[in-house]
């Protein structure tokens, strides 16, 4: 099992940068897909940034150029940095981690990013 603990939400300005830090325990994370979720009031879920076991990332197209994700299998964190952020990048932000070929799929409780216009 993988235990997941997000750090590094907040409130910040529109334009401004956050770096959003995934803490794992528990199982090795190598063979995992990591990502980064997010919801915002009264929206469904949305997926907006993962990064594969082989170093292959993945954006939503909102966030393209904006975002990046990192992951650092020996520290054991998935880093999400945001820059050029928009009131619309305002949600809970939830790290999560995937391997189908067990059906192991574990969450976080989130974090909140919230920037003001």
């Known amino acids: 099992q993988l235990q997941l603990v997000e750090s590094g939400g907040g409130l910040v300005q529109s334009g401004g940068s956050l770096r959003l830090s995934c803490a794992a325990s528990?199982?090795?994370?190598?063979?995992?897909?990591m990502g980064w979720y997010r919801q915002a009031p009264g929206n469904t879920l949305e997926m907006v940034a993962s990064?594969?076991?082989?170093?292959?990332?993945d954006y939503d197209y909102s966030v393209k150029g904006r975002f990046t994700i990192l992951r650092d299998n020996a520290k054991k964190t998935v880093d999400l940095q945001m820059n050029s952020l928009k009131p619309e990048d305002t949600g809970v932000y939830y790290c999560n981690a995937k391997r189908l070929s067990i059906e192991a799929d574990y969450w976080g409780r989130g974090t909140q990013v919230t920037v003001s216009s």
């Open positions: 528990g199982d090795s994370m190598d063979f995992y897909t």
């Open positions: 990064i594969a076991s082989s170093l292959a990332t």
